[in-house]
């Protein structure tokens, strides 16, 4: 769940998804401004070892309509899920969070 004031996410640029502020962390890479996001995804850039960017900012707008300017190619990775409650299949973005997806028992009992 996103939380209430937050206005910008880190996400890694393969996925579209998410990162945890830890390896540990339950915590996911939701900010109240941009330059505590842009740390911490300049210290997931160190860490990893890589010479490219694999983490970057953008605003929580473009992350939940899935327009963030590094994912990859611009486009929305969208997989195969199946609705809980009618068992058909479909596809929805892959960041869709839990809450909103039919594919989740939490979608259901809200």
């Known amino acids: 769940m996103i939380p209430h004031k937050t206005t910008h996410v880190v996400y890694l640029i393969s996925s579209g998804h998410a990162v945890r502020k830890s390896p540990g962390s339950l915590d996911q890479a939701f ?3 941009k330059a505590p996001a842009t740390r911490c995804a300049n210290r997931f850039n160190e860490l990893s070892g ?3 960017a694999i983490a970057a900012v953008c605003s929580i707008e473009e992350y939940v309509n899935g327009i ?3 994912y990859e190619n611009g486009e929305v990775k969208m997989i ?3 609705n809980i409650m009618t068992g058909k299949k479909y596809l929805e973005a892959a960041n869709t969070p839990s809450c ?3 594919a989740s028992e939490t979608y259901w009992s809200m």
């Open 31 to 33: 900010y109240q401004s």
């Open 50 to 52: 890589y010479e490219h």
């Open 68 to 70: 963030c300017p590094h």
């Open 80 to 82: 195969e899920r199946t």
């Open 100 to 102: 909103s997806s039919p």
